[in-house]
Each structure stands twice: as structure tokens, then as C-alpha cells.
């Protein structure tokens, strides 16, 4: 079955001014064009309409967009990343909506956060001085040192950020009383591991559980850890094993 502008608009929610331009950009063709100039369209490109609305959704510019789907003729693998994709922002979205929830807290109590508190991940600054902290660390009780000379600033921010979401997310699931049997807690490690795997290093969910420990055995890390949440080396190491199990 065929429909027409107005009836895609009406189905979607996508104004017919868009639809326009949609197909003027090539982003949006339609399956078929009248004599009479109504453009028609098909199964085909209600499913293209769809991707095209999930990546907006996800903030895609439009020429990332047609760039996307005219490489991607496979629907069920482009389904599959765009899932992904949602699910990471998803995790972002909650992250953000933890803090706020934090920081109404603070504000019906009259008291005032930290610093730290207020925004959930690392600025240039903050890695930078971190980094120096954990190279000091290292090269007093390791006689090791990170190599910076060829650090690429947003990788390491990138990677920062990552990290540090990871374990906020990680607090936030010790504190809710998740299990580390809880699949949402086995995700998020997942994610983890696939993240350093993929950007930092080959690393598999028994390597984790030796990086797990040493945030339990080297006080400096561990330190880190029961100040951001009490218990949380103790829970990653325990999450770390149980997926490796």
C-alpha cells in the first residue's frame, strides 16, 4: 500500500515540510512519483523514515544520517546498532538524571553539593592533574610510568569520561541494592570491558577481574573508590568475578 505525504505525515508525526525536504536533499525519496507530481510511499521508505528518526533522535546530523543508511543496506544489523546506540544514551540520560535527583536532594535539605558533585565527568584540567596523581603513585610503588608524550587529549578525555561514568554508574547500582547477579549490573560491565577492549587495550572479563582486585589491593585506588561510594571496590570485584564465572 502506497500512502501520501499527508498520509506519512499524519503516521509519523513528520511534517509534510520536512518530508519536502527530506526528498529534495535525497535523504527521503519517494517509492513513487504521479503524473500529477503526488509523491507515494512504500514499505521500503516508511522503514528508511524510521532509521532516519532514530538517528535524529540521537542527534545525527543529516548528512551523517544519509551517509549512514546509503552504507547500511542490511535492516536488521542497522536495527541492531542503532539499538546500541540508544542504550548508551540511555545510560548517559540516567546518569544525568542521578545527578539531578542528587542535587534536588541538596536543594529541599538547604545544603549545598561539591563541585564534584555537580558535574558527572573529567574536564581537560581535572584529567591532567589526575594523571600526574596516578604516575606519582605508580613511580613510587611500581617503578612504572604512563607515557604521555603522544596522549591524544580527547582520546584520554574520551576514555576518562567513559571510566568515569562507568564507576558512578556502578556506585548508583551499589547504592539502589542491585545485585552483581542483577543483569543491569552485568551490562554495565559488559559495556565496560567491550569499551577498554575496543579503545585501550585487548583485555577479557578474566583480565578485568585482576584489574578488579587491584582496586582492592593497591590503597591509593581503593581509596578512590570508598570515597565516591563505601564498599564499591569491594562490589566491582565481586560484579568482575560473577560475570567471569
Do not use: C
Not at 585501550?200 to 593497591?218: C, H, N, Q, R, Y
Amino acid at each position: 500500500m502506497l500512502l501520501t505525504v499527508k498520509q506519512v505525515a499524519d503516521l509519523t508525526g513528520v511534517t509534510i515540510k520536512t518530508l519536502y525536504h527530506y526528498h529534495k536533499i535525497g535523504l527521503l525519496e519517494p517509492g513513487e512519483v504521479t503524473d500529477a507530481g503526488y509523491r507515494l510511499y512504500g514499505k521500503k521508505e516508511l522503514e528508511r523514515l524510521q532509521h532516519i528518526l532514530f538517528y535524529r533522535e540521537l542527534d545525527f546530523p543529516l548528512e551523517d544520517i544519509q551517509k549512514l543508511l546509503d552504507e547500511q543496506n542490511n535492516r536488521y544489523s542497522l536495527l541492531l546498532e542503532q539499538k546500541k546506540l540508544m542504550e548508551e544514551k540511555q545510560d548517559r540520560l540516567e546518569l544525568i538524571l542521578s545527578t539531578i535527583n542528587e542535587t534536588i536532594h541538596f536543594e529541599e535539605r538547604g545544603k549545598t553539593m561539591e563541585d564534584q558533585q555537580m558535574f558527572k565527568g573529567l574536564n581537560k584540567e581535572q584529567w591532567q592533574a589526575q594523571l600526574k596523581e596516578h604516575n606519582d603513585h605508580l613511580k613510587e610503588h611500581y617503578q612504572y610510568e604512563i607515557p604521555t608524550d603522544e596522549f591524544d587529549g580527547e582520546a584520554v578525555e574520551e576514555s576518562a569520561r567513559e571510566a568515569h561514568e562507568f564507576m558512578s554508574k556502578m556506585a548508583f547500582a551499589l547504592k539502589a541494592g542491585w545485585s552483581v547477579d542483577d543483569e543491569r549490573v552485568k551490562q554495565l560491565v559488559t559495556r565496560h570491558i567491550h569499551y577498554i577492549n575496543e579503545q585501550i587495550m585487548p583485555l577479557d572479563a578474566k583480565g578485568f577481574v585482576e584489574s578488579a582486585w587491584f582496586f582492592i589491593t593497591d590503597e591509593f585506588h581503593k581509596k578512590m573508590l570508598e570515597d565516591q561510594q563505601i564498599g564499591l571496590s569491594y562490589y566491582l570485584y565481586a560484579a568482575a568475578v560473577n560475570l567471569s564465572d
